[in-house]
């Protein structure tokens, strides 16, 4: 088992979008587990985008080969269509579609020295009393591809809660963020600090919150005069009991 302190960095996976052979984009991505089943969670924009025309068809996802050095790494490949069908899921409520996609991954495809971590049900928050605006939170991940690329682990921005959590947004399926983020960071974890987890030395004591979409901004903001807002959407983690349901 992976050291408890390196346990949040190894959930985090990042991302390369291809067009068969033709790289398109890099990205962030994590592990969710339920059961026996492992899932990889990322933004939907990430496996297919038509406002930007972006369509890939397979995603390759750097994974760690030993628990011990490191600096040795691998890339597991998957298609993201099969006879012409999506492989993922992806959800939707009444306003729309859930910037939110969960790729199911074959144990037996897995490279047998892989290390992972990997959040579960357990982590998702299941009451609002502890959760105040204003909270600190962490998001990791790539952004810009950016990372210790000798031991490949992510990077992890700080940020807090700019809105009421529990409340969606605009009647949107996400709550805003406060804090640098870059291209690259769609498909990160939003965490918060699990004290009672960390007082029992549980191996991942984080709370799983949301999964980091986009910079949020103003249409109608001078470009000149005024600077960027510097909030994000953050979906909430709760829709994954919807995407990894059987």
């Not at 928050?125 to 105040?132: A, F, H, P, S, V």
């Not at 210790?148 to 805003?176: C, E, K, M, N, W």
């Not at 918060?192 to 029992?200: K, N």
Request: hydrophobic share 45%.
């Amino acid at each position: 088992m992976t050291s408890p302190r390196l346990s949040l960095l190894l959930t985090a996976a990042r991302i390369a979008t291809f067009e068969h052979g033709r790289p398109l984009t890099n990205a962030s991505g994590f592990f969710f587990r339920r059961d026996e089943r492992l899932f990889l969670v990322t933004s939907r924009h990430v496996l297919i985008d038509a406002a930007t025309q972006h369509y890939p068809n397979r995603i390759e996802i750097e994974l760690h080969a030993s628990d011990e050095n490191l600096t040795r790494s691998t890339t597991l490949s998957a298609l993201l269509y099969e006879d012409g069908k999506a492989v993922w899921r992806q959800g939707e409520d009444a306003f729309g579609e859930v910037d939110v996609a969960v790729l199911a991954i074959d144990a037996a495809a897995l490279p047998p020295d892989h290390v992972i971590d990997a959040f579960t049900p357990a982590h998702l928050q299941q009451t609002l009393d502890d959760i105040e605006v204003g909270s600190p939170v962490l998001i990791v991940g790539f952004p810009l591809g950016f990372h210790d690329t000798v031991h490949h682990l992510p990077v992890v921005r700080q940020a807090v809660i700019a809105s009421a959590f529990g409340v969606r947004f605009q009647g949107l399926g996400y709550f805003l963020t406060d804090g640098r983020a870059h291209r690259g960071t769609s498909g990160a974890p939003v965490v918060m600090r699990d004290a009672a987890a960390a007082a029992a030395a549980a191996h991942l004591p984080w709370k799983l919150l949301g999964v980091h979409a986009a910079r949020l901004d103003m249409a109608n903001r001078d470009a000149v005069q005024d600077e960027q807002l510097g909030l994000n959407c953050a979906w909430y983690a709760d829709i994954l009991m919807t995407l990894t349901r059987d």
